[in-house]
């Protein structure tokens, strides 16, 4: 170690904060005060405004707010649900290929998740 | 160990190396509710990917058509698969309620020992009857 060339300041270069954490930690508190609203909603307007049958279901998604409201809440829910559960793989994960592999499927599977339930709902929503 | 070969250590990654225990080290903490409550939140957040799965896979159906659609809640409503729906709903209501209880610490209310431990207890009874209810809503009503 004492041999080395390089300097104390050269070695700590890049070990400290991503500068990302505040960001995070704010987006992650956003995307759970909006969800104490859309949730609730979401699971009371569904059950108390449809049977759950194909016909009512279509027909609850047509009205405009419905699709909105389920939209914002697949985009909402799932970027909560990113930033979530990138901690728990950050905290629990420490081999270099595994925690790149886990933190490259948890960007690829909220994307996949988001864009397959918005084209789904604008379908409905559009759709004859 | 000298500072640099700490740094040094570092850089291949501190957690693979050291030996320290994790916080909350189940092995030497006696469990209490808002120990077991933080822990819920975690694991109930996990589980709520395979809710959003289920959510997305739902809406997938219903854009495909009514034979896709009678099929998917066929599938959902098998016995097993009622069962997960009944944890998924169960995590979901339990996560929303402590997820509450997290923004009022942020804010800096109800961090009193007594408070937090009524507010654990209540979550817990939230996530419980909040799944039963949303149940009942669904089969009953």
Redesign the interface.
Known sequence: ??H?LRT?LS??RG?GSAKHGVGHFIQQ?AT??F??VL??WF??SV??GTD?S?DS??GW?KHPLNAAG?ALL?LT??FH?RL??QV?IEDYI???VARTVSLLANTA??AI?AV??I???A??FV?A | M????Y??M??A?P??HDKRPLSPHLQVWRWHVTMATSIFH?AS??A??LG??V??AW??A???G?EA??AY?AFLMSPLCLLILFGITTA?CYH?AN??R??AW?AGKGFDPKVSTATGWATIIAGAVGAVL?FA??FL?
């Not at chain 2, 000298?2 to 070969?5: C, E, N, R, Y």
């Open positions: 170690m004492t080395s104390p070695r700590a070990l508190r759970a005060i969800l104490t949730l609730p699971a009371l059950l108390l759950g194909y279901v279509i998604m389920t697949v829910g799932l649900m979530g559960i728990v420490t081999g270099p599977i909220p998740l397959s339930a084209l789904s709902v379908k409905v759709g | 000298s500072q640099a070969g740094l040094g570092s850089m990654g957690q693979a975690r957040g996990v709520l990917y959003a799965m959510l997305t809406v997938m219903l854009a495909s009514p659609y009678g809640m979901a929303l997820g509450i997290h923004l942020d949303v809503l669904a009503a």
